[in-house]
């Protein structure tokens, strides 16, 4: 789970934090040599990708608080800024 302080600075990008510079709930993703969403950004194409990371935003942001453990909140958030960083762009460009 992220910290506070790790929360803010996700939703408002500061530090020159990227979106690949986090993980929310564990580091799973992180020790892996190459992140997924990269191998998916590589392979997929610009819109299909920004729909993956919609649908993600969108999933996450229902489940919030419903499932015991998960920081599915911050999840949400991370892939908002994801998609800000692909976009430069509003969440929903």
Same mark, same amino acid.
């Given at each position: 789970? @992220?910290?506070?302080?790790?929360?803010?600075?996700? *939703? *408002?990008?500061?530090?020159?934090?990227?979106?690949?510079?986090?993980?929310?709930?564990?580091? =799973?993703?992180?020790?892996?040599?190459?992140?997924?969403? !990269?191998?998916?950004?590589?392979?997929?194409? =610009?819109? *299909?990708?920004?729909?993956?990371?919609?649908?993600?935003?969108?999933?996450?942001? @229902?489940?919030?608080?419903?499932?015991?453990?998960?920081?599915?909140?911050?999840? !949400?958030?991370?892939?908002? %800024?994801?998609?800000? *960083?692909?976009? %430069?762009?509003?969440?929903?460009?």
């Amino acid at each position: 789970m @992220l910290s506070k302080a790790e929360l803010r600075r996700l *939703e *408002e990008g500061l530090n020159g934090m990227s979106a690949d510079d986090l993980q929310v709930s564990g580091t =799973h993703y992180k020790d892996m040599p190459v992140q997924p969403w !990269a191998i998916m950004e590589a392979i997929l194409s =610009h819109d *299909e990708f920004v729909g993956f990371l919609k649908g993600n935003i969108i999933k996450y942001s @229902l489940r919030a608080g419903r499932k015991d453990g998960s920081d599915d909140a911050g999840k !949400a958030k991370h892939y908002m %800024q994801k998609l800000r *960083e692909v976009t %430069q762009a509003g969440p929903w460009a």
